[in-house]
């Protein structure tokens, strides 16, 4: 049998942390990038006679959370302890949530190749994150860091609705979004602000029931999480088609080798051995509180793009690109506001900045310049000041060293020559310089002035006027 004889059935439980500017249980700061251990209080290194105290703001984010993705907000739930043995949790159990959790029964709508799909979510919980784990090679040991320890986070469970790992990029590049534009997350994946454990399972095609899953941990990088998902669906079905048995585990995976390694046997909730937590009252909501929160959703994407093909008339495709990321589309709003072309605008963040973004792996609230050094770039263009092709180099430039744009011109000496004497001289010698391509335009080939006025831009490094240039090859050639 092929892999076109089986269907792929995943689910994902994606950990958001929540911008809060205080950890969960206790006063103790959030902020990615402290010296080891330096966030840290009696609460969260679960001193004895400690106690916890929830942070309102969680819950806050969280229902917000529930309320942007169509989920049930309970107005009572409670939370619980997880019993388990972790070396960076240092009470040996994760406060969490069980049998009540705080959002339920909602989805997450993605746009697939076949259209529109619904992906059903079975819940939103709060919980604590863990400490960190520094393991030294060397000196055969491990060092703790306990600054995430008690960073609070939503985990967000979707139902086995997921077929392929497009769907499952799409959905995380969507729930990614969401919580971006609510602002209950910064999402910064490469700091494990996002990051999600993927469920795989393959089932003969036509068969009901569930094959046994695999779950890997911790990812937090959409290509890993593609080539994962494609390389242990790939070893599933090689195991059944051999006649093997797929065992419930938790896997690694490895970017390097680009294969999973088995960690430990797959763990139910049974083996948890949850209990409502004893130092937490259970929190209960009023209709009030969930109304007032619903009321104070901003404009979320779907909404946004909708606008964006109305307002700025863009294209579905352009409107889909800038508003998968809030702070691609602020970019693209607060630019637009200023120069008033938006689609000068929508070009330069669809082509190049896009581009740049792919290929340095960098999100894009890590754009280091601002919505009015893009504007100003696209006005030096306009007014003739820099050629489209000096636009290219300004932007490289602003990502490196970003400030005003007129600036950067100014200082690298790219403004745009326009004087016709100066031209007139370049288009003189590009044509002595290509007898062949002239020869073609007096045979009829027009295409050949476009080869005359690159090699025109070559020779001016690109700070000759395209549109001069163009004009005055037509006129010589012409006679």
Partial sequence: MSRDDYEIVMGLEVHAELSTKTKIFCSCPTEFGAEPNTHTCPIC???PGTLPVLNEKVVEYAVKAGLATNCEISRNSKNDRKNYFYP?????YQI?????????????????????KKIRLERIHIEEDAGKLNHDEFGGGSLVDLNRAGVPLIEIVSKPDLRSSEEVELYLRKLKSILEYIEVSDCKMQEGSLRADVN??????????????????????????????EYEVERQIDVIEDGGKIEQETLRWDDVSGKT??????EDAQDYRYFPD??????????????NIKNSLPELPESRKERYLNEFGLSQKDANTITASKYLSDLFEEATKICGNAKAVSNWIISDISRILNETEMDPIEIPFD???????????????????????VLEELFENPKDPEEIVKEKGWVQISDEGAIKEVVLKIIDANPQSVADYKAGKDKAVGFL????MKETKGKANPQMLNKMFVEELKK
């Avoid at 899953?213 to 994962?228: D, G, H, L, P, Q």
């Avoid at 006025?453 to 025109?456: D, K, L, M, S, T």
């Fill in 96 to 116: 969490s949530q069980f049998d009540k959790p705080l959002c339920e029964e909602g989805y997450v709508e993605i746009d697939t190749k076949d259209g529109k």
């Fill in 200 to 229: 795989v399972s393959v089932r003969k095609k036509g068969d009901t029931k569930l094959g046994t899953r695999t779950e890997m941990k911790n990812m937090n990088s959409f290509r890993s999480i593609v080539r994962a998902i």
């Fill in 261 to 266: 390694f088995s960690m430990r046997d797959k």
């Fill in 278 to 291: 004893p130092d937490l009252v259970a929190i209960k909501l009023s209709e009030e509180y969930i109304e």
């Fill in 88 to 92: 960076d949790l240092p009470k040996a």
């Fill in 371 to 393: 919505s009015k050094q893009l504007a100003g770039l696209v006005m030096l263009i306009e007014k003739g000041t820099i050629s489209s092709s000096i636009g290219k180099k």
């Fill in 45 to 47: 290194m679960a001193m």
């Fill in 453 to 456: 006025v690159g090699q025109a």
